[in-house]
């Protein structure tokens, strides 16, 4: 259990944190970029809630609650020393991977397939998820330039990657399935 009864601390007045594991680093490290930028896609998704309802809402709810995960993955390095820690650390898992999978395949099933690339926009949820895809984006690539330096929970850059995607599929379901697509059109205003 999490308990929070002091919210500042001064630790890192002179521009360091604890990870998860009581390790002072940076806080422009590659690992507090790569968390940082996974919280502030949890923040983008609290955005896109706002227009949400039912089983859209319900699964932002889990992807919220996932990216938590992720951040505590991150957050906690050395995972070979998984097993001796006091408590067993959050690490995202396969089966969190293939949920997201299955969950763009349901998705994906109902909409027409693309002609053309699709620009953010059509509804506010739409808008909102095309901003959760491209920031879920950068969280993604800098976790992978954190693990060409450090070792890194393989299923966690994998959530990522399948996170964008399910957040562009998403999009076009909620531009009515894809009808309301906003259609990049190449040239378009030469």
Same mark, same amino acid.
Request: with cysteine; glycine share 8%; charged share 25%.
């Given at each position: 259990?999490?308990?929070? #009864? &002091? /919210?500042?601390?001064?630790?890192?007045? +002179?521009?360091?944190?604890?990870?998860?594991?009581?390790?002072?680093?940076?806080?422009?490290?590659?690992?507090?970029?790569?968390?940082?930028?996974?919280?502030?896609? #949890?923040?983008?998704?609290?955005? =896109?809630?706002?227009?949400?309802?039912?089983?859209?809402?319900?699964?932002?709810?889990?992807?919220?609650?996932? %990216?938590?995960? %992720?951040?505590?993955?991150?957050?906690?390095?050395?995972?070979? +020393?998984? +097993?001796?820690?006091?408590?067993?650390?959050?690490? /995202?898992?396969? &089966?969190?991977?293939?949920? %997201?999978?299955?969950?763009?395949?349901?998705?994906?099933?109902? $909409?027409?397939?693309?002609?053309?690339?699709?620009?953010?926009?059509?509804?506010?949820? =739409? =808008?909102?998820?095309?901003?959760?895809?491209?920031?879920?984006?950068?969280?993604?690539? $800098?976790?992978?330039?954190?693990?060409?330096?450090?070792?890194?929970?393989?299923?966690?850059? +994998?959530? $990522?990657?399948? $996170?964008?995607?399910?957040?562009?599929? =998403?999009?076009?379901?909620?531009?009515? #399935?894809?009808?309301?697509?906003? %259609?990049?059109?190449?040239?378009?205003?030469?």
């Amino acid at each position: 259990m999490v308990v929070l #009864n &002091k /919210i500042y601390t001064r630790t890192g007045d +002179k521009g360091e944190t604890a990870l998860g594991n009581g390790t002072r680093v940076a806080k422009d490290s590659a690992r507090v970029d790569a968390y940082g930028t996974v919280d502030e896609t #949890n923040a983008t998704v609290g955005l =896109a809630r706002q227009h949400a309802d039912g089983d859209m809402d319900t699964a932002l709810s889990r992807i919220q609650n996932d %990216l938590f995960d %992720l951040g505590a993955d991150f957050c906690r390095p050395d995972m070979a +020393k998984d +097993k001796d820690a006091e408590y067993t650390p959050l690490r /995202i898992l396969p &089966k969190q991977v293939d949920r %997201l999978e299955a969950e763009i395949d349901a998705m994906n099933a109902n $909409l027409e397939p693309l002609r053309s690339f699709v620009l953010p926009g059509g509804s506010a949820l =739409a =808008a909102q998820l095309h901003l959760c895809r491209t920031v879920s984006r950068r969280a993604e690539r $800098l976790a992978v330039t954190l693990a060409g330096q450090e070792d890194v929970n393989a299923s966690a850059v +994998k959530y $990522l990657n399948r $996170l964008s995607d399910w957040f562009f599929v =998403a999009s076009r379901v909620a531009n009515n #399935n894809g009808i309301n697509d906003v %259609l990049w059109v190449p040239g378009g205003n030469q």
